[in-house]
T-cell receptor, first 112, second 116 residues
């Protein structure tokens, strides 16, 4: 039972353009959402998060949008840079717990 | 400030042997989490520990797997009598002892276990 889904396994974007990574979830009790970035042979690195009481959070080139009614969140990267090429994981946590539930990841490739 | 440390980075075991994976959390962090990533999949939660206590082990297989986080020393994930299906990347994460909804966890580089 995949509670957090990233339906696009890969995305290719030109440098300077916007990258939009999507994530859907099924459990309405999730109260916190995070995005992690992962390079090969390394652990995930925290990027940005959002509480369920908000609909947008911005940090530099990264913005996360949350649509609770649609159970959907997205990560926008603008402008995209070649160094952004990595696998991006969406994760969620349930109110009252500390474990993270991860999606399967989207591999982003930013080309010149 | 050193990050989360895991060792070994790579571990090869034959079927039936034991695997011990170690994790040292970030300085000042008292919460440790273990996750497993199978090929082409996301990370799956296994267990959450605080010093000397297992808080949530809902993701741990009932047999052969155990975890501890002693008062002194690193957290240990132990897999007895390994099978080929245990081959995966095992990631440890830590977070500070704070409450609230900020669940940012800092991950180590992982241990890649290969069972022959």
């Amino acid at each position: 039972d995949q509670q957090v889904k990233q339906n696009s396994p890969s995305l290719s974007v030109q440098e300077g353009r916007i990258s939009i990574l999507n994530c859907d979830y099924t459990n309405s009790m999730f109260d916190y959402f995070l995005w992690y970035k992962k390079y090969p042979a390394e652990g995930p690195t925290f990027l940005i998060s959002i509480s369920s009481i908000k609909d947008k959070n911005e940090d530099g080139r990264f913005t996360v949008f949350l649509n609770k009614s649609a159970k959907h969140l997205s990560l926008h990267i603008v402008p995209s840079q070649p160094g952004d090429s990595a696998v991006y994981f969406c994760a969620a946590s349930l109110f009252g717990t500390d474990k993270l539930i991860f999606g399967t990841g989207t591999r982003l490739q930013v080309f010149p | 400030n050193a990050g989360v440390m895991q060792n070994p980075r790579h571990l090869v075991r034959r079927r039936g042997q034991e695997a011990r994976l170690r994790c040292s959390p970030m300085k000042g962090h008292s919460h440790v989490y273990w996750y497993r990533q199978l090929p082409e999949e996301g990370l799956k939660f296994m267990v959450y520990l605080q010093k000397e206590n297992i808080i949530d082990e809902s993701g741990m297989p009932k047999e052969r797997f155990s975890a501890e986080f002693p008062k002194e020393g690193p957290s240990i994930l132990r897999i007895q009598q390994v099978v080929r299906g245990d081959s995966a990347a095992y990631f440890c994460a830590s977070s500070p002892a704070v409450g609230g909804g900020d669940n940012e966890q800092f991950f180590g580089p992982g241990t890649r276990l290969t069972v022959l």
